[in-house]
């Protein structure tokens, strides 16, 4: 690493993901932090991001409005509704983006594309450096397995989890679905409740969520054919990896031509 010190806006600062963001960029001499910015009426609003998120004050407050700058990065894991917001003001301020948030609509991925046409944009469903190596294992072991073995996920998350199957869930089945020139959408299955339904047909590709206490995330990819079973799986045991995975992805895209890209370009994997 260089002494070049990137300066960093976290959106979603009260966050469980904003508080660690908020500690991992104050523990470091690589960023410093530049603003932090949670809901407009919530609690938090005028507080020191620092003891907010449970250390030193830095002497930052915590603001309700982004007002990016393109000197800064801007590190956003808050709510899927705040994010066409969030991507407007980014490219209008020139400022890179760096994008948590899951759960995102179609339109917003659409306007995510367009805004990547003037500014860097990281977004990624889970900024872990294993499983974005598991997305590329996945996509190599279906590759070589062929479709003719079932595969099949389990993901399990904390009980505030709002959105399911997880980001993550649907990236590892896109990967599976697409070394086998499958299109997701045909083959994804998420319930299988009822008397009357189908067995499992040829090709698909499911996925169970289970959510309870406060696991930080855990997949598991099966591959299962008739004689042997090959199962693939992450675990993370604490959401500093997500930020500090997001931190590098922030100073991996200062000064980036524009762009959307993920973190498997962050670690440099290249396309398979
Ligand atoms: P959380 O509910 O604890 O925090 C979300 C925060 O966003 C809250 O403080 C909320 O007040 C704030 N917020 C809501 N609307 C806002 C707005 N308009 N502007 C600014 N802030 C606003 O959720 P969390 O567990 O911290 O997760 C946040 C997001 O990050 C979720 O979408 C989650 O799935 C995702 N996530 C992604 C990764 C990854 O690696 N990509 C890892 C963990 C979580």
Same mark, same amino acid.
């Given at each position: 690493?260089?002494?070049?010190?990137?300066?960093?806006?976290?959106?979603?600062?009260?966050?469980?993901? !904003?508080?660690? =963001?908020?500690?991992?960029?104050?523990?470091?001499?690589?960023?410093?932090?530049?603003?932090?910015?949670?809901?407009?009426?919530?609690?938090?609003?005028?507080?020191?991001?620092?003891?907010?998120?449970?250390?030193?004050?830095?002497?930052?407050?915590?603001?309700?409005?982004?007002?990016?700058?393109? /000197?800064?990065?801007?590190?956003?894991?808050?709510?899927?509704?705040?994010?066409?917001?969030?991507?407007?003001?980014?490219?209008? *301020?020139?400022?890179?983006?760096?994008?948590?948030?899951?759960?995102?609509?179609?339109?917003?991925?659409?306007?995510?594309?367009?805004?990547?046409?003037?500014?860097?944009?990281?977004?990624?469903?889970?900024?872990?450096?294993?499983?974005?190596?598991?997305?590329?294992?996945?996509?190599? *072991?279906?590759?070589?397995?062929?479709?003719?073995?079932?595969?099949?996920?389990?993901?399990?998350?904390?009980?505030?989890?709002?959105?399911?199957?997880?980001?993550?869930?649907?990236?590892?089945?896109?990967?599976?679905?697409?070394?086998?020139?499958?299109?997701?959408?045909?083959?994804?299955?998420?319930?299988?409740?009822?008397?009357?339904?189908?067995?499992? /047909?040829?090709?698909?590709?499911?996925?169970?969520?289970?959510?309870?206490?406060?696991?930080?995330?855990?997949?598991?990819?099966?591959?299962?054919?008739?004689?042997?079973? =090959?199962?693939?799986?992450?675990?993370?045991?604490?959401?500093?990896?997500?930020?500090?995975?997001? =931190?590098?992805?922030?100073?991996?895209?200062?000064?980036?031509?524009? !762009?959307?890209?993920?973190?498997?370009?962050? =670690?440099?994997?290249?396309?398979?």
């Amino acid at each position: 690493m260089n002494d070049h010190i990137t300066p960093i806006v976290i959106v979603g600062a009260r966050g469980r993901m !904003g508080k660690v =963001l908020i500690r991992e960029v104050i523990a470091s001499d690589n960023y410093v932090l530049l603003g932090a910015v949670d809901r407009s009426g919530g609690p938090g609003i005028g507080q020191d991001a620092g003891r907010l998120a449970g250390t030193v004050e830095v002497g930052v407050l915590v603001e309700d409005e982004l007002m990016p700058r393109r /000197s800064a990065v801007v590190v956003d894991f808050s709510l899927p509704q705040a994010t066409e917001a969030n991507i407007r003001r980014c490219r209008d *301020a020139g400022a890179p983006l760096i994008l948590g948030t899951t759960g995102l609509e179609a339109s917003t991925r659409a306007m995510l594309a367009e805004a990547a046409r003037e500014i860097p944009i990281v977004s990624d469903a889970n900024f872990s450096v294993g499983i974005t190596l598991l997305a590329r294992l996945a996509a190599l *072991a279906a590759r070589a397995l062929g479709d003719s073995w079932d595969a099949e996920i389990i993901e399990i998350h904390h009980k505030h989890k709002r959105d399911a199957p997880s980001g993550t869930a649907l990236r590892l089945a896109k990967s599976v679905a697409k070394a086998t020139g499958r299109n997701l959408a045909d083959v994804i299955r998420t319930d299988r409740s009822g008397t009357a339904a189908e067995p499992r /047909s040829d090709g698909e590709i499911g996925i169970a969520a289970i959510r309870g206490g406060d696991s930080v995330g855990e997949h598991q990819l099966l591959f299962l054919a008739d004689g042997e079973r =090959l199962e693939l799986g992450h675990r993370a045991h604490d959401r500093a990896i997500f930020a500090r995975g997001a =931190l590098r992805a922030a100073r991996w895209a200062e000064g980036r031509a524009p !762009g959307l890209y993920d973190m498997a370009d962050v =670690l440099g994997l290249g396309a398979l």
